[in-house]
Structure formats: structure tokens, C-alpha cells
């Protein structure tokens, strides 16, 4: 039974209390619900019979001992009905309280702040999650997990098609050879010296000796050379 409700003692609480309220509570938990927080009251004067309050992942429930704790009272909402939660820290403990889409109020006083702050905590996730669910259904992770192993198998086969049209067809590099027709100077009528030539004429030339080397028809020292003679000219 220790171990039972052994893991909500996380902040302090009362061990006799938590044992007590755990014991009622596995016959009034529903198929799939599952406690996610205990908060035990503690009041400045010594209580033998304190108040608690149980959040489950499908509701709030108050328990309030009667007759000497040899009987209970238990009030629950479900997350549905809840609009709002609110925690109020004093001097000597918090309250925690919250409010329905009926305009219902409850609260409970003097839980220990550390307490208050968690099952806050906790109201506000599950006020989330229902506002904004996101886990999918087992029939729709089934679906996805149909699309991506089909998308795997074609992945497979679309590989293995390329391997087997590399095998059958291997890759050849192409060779060629990239050849250039000289370029010609255009060479003046009959035997003209660079001395009788203009200077159009002359810079026509010297574009020529230019293409000739930037094709690799003739070496930068015998470009210089022309260079140098035909500019001695303009």
C-alpha cells in the first residue's frame, strides 16, 4: 500500500491523508484516468482530518473527510466544465480555487504555496490540452505509418532501378579534342610595312596578335614582341 501512494509525497504532504485518500480513490477512477497530482491542506491549527484536492487527466475531485475520517465526501468536475483556475497566496498557505461554465465557485484553503503552485501548474496543462489536443487517434498513426513505409518502399525501388541502369549502361566519360582555327592578322594588301599601314590598321593587328595568344597559338613573349613593334608605330 506504501508504495501505492508513496509518489505523491513529492512536496510534503500529509502521509496518513495521502494514504487515506488514495485507498477510496481506485474505485472511483475511471477506465483510462490516472492521478496526476495530490494536494493535502494544512491549516495553522493541527487537523487531524484535512481537506484535499486530486487532479486527474480527466478531472478535479475535493475531498472533504466526515464523521471522524470514517467517511468521505467527494465533489468532482471534469476539465470541460472548467473555465478558470486561480491560486491566491496568504501569509499562512495559498487557496486555490477555479470556476465552471455554470458559474459554480470552488475552492480550498491553506494548501501549502509549493502545493497551490503545482496543481495550478498542472490545471493549466490539462485546460490546454483540451483547448488544443494534438496526440492522434491509434487509427491515424496507423495511416501515417502506412504512408511512410510506402513512401520507403518507393524510395528502395526507384534506387535499385538507377543501380541496376548504372550496371547495364556504365558511365563513359566523353573525350574530345577542342580545336581553334588560327586567327589571322589581317594581313594589308600585297607587302605593305607596318610603316605604311594606318593606325586602324595597326590596332586591327594588334587585336589579332592578342586572340592568337589568348588561344594559346602563339607565347606571351612573341605577343610582346609584335606588340611592341607595332606600337611603335601609332
Do not use: H
Not at 475520517?69 to 470541460?80: C, E, H, I
Amino acid at each position: 500500500m506504501k508504495e501505492q501512494f508513496k509518489k505523491f509525497l513529492n512536496e510534503e504532504q500529509d502521509p496518513k491523508a495521502i494514504e487515506k485518500i488514495t485507498s477510496k480513490l481506485n474505485d472511483l477512477l475511471m477506465k483510462g484516468e490516472e492521478i496526476g497530482y495530490i494536494a493535502v491542506q494544512k491549516k495553522p491549527a493541527i487537523t487531524v482530518f484535512p481537506d484535499s484536492i486530486v487532479l486527474t487527466n480527466k478531472r478535479i475531485i475535493i475531498c472533504k473527510p466526515k464523521n471522524l475520517g470514517l467517511s468521505m465526501d467527494f465533489t468532482d468536475y471534469t476539465w470541460d466544465e472548467i473555465v478558470g483556475t486561480f491560486v491566491k497566496e496568504n501569509i499562512l498557505g495559498s487557496e486555490f480555487s477555479f470556476s465552471t461554465k455554470t458559474d459554480i465557485q470552488a475552492s480550498i484553503d491553506y494548501i501549502p504555496k509549493i502545493q497551490a503552485r503545482k496543481i495550478f501548474t498542472y490545471a493549466k496543462e490539462q485546460l490546454d490540452i483540451l483547448k488544443n489536443p494534438t496526440v492522434a487517434t491509434p487509427v491515424v498513426e496507423a495511416i501515417q505509418a502506412e504512408e511512410f513505409e510506402t513512401e520507403d518502399e518507393i524510395e528502395e525501388v526507384e534506387t535499385e532501378e538507377v543501380t541496376s541502369f548504372a550496371e547495364i549502361m556504365p558511365a563513359v566519360t566523353p573525350s574530345y579534342t577542342e580545336t581553334f582555327e588560327p586567327i589571322q592578322p589581317q594581313a594589308p594588301t600585297g607587302d605593305r610595312k607596318l610603316s605604311e599601314l594606318s593606325k586602324e590598321e595597326l590596332f586591327d593587328k594588334l587585336q589579332n596578335y592578342k586572340k592568337l595568344l589568348d588561344n594559346g597559338l602563339i607565347m606571351q613573349g612573341e605577343y610582346d614582341t609584335f606588340k611592341k613593334e607595332i606600337l611603335s608605330y601609332m
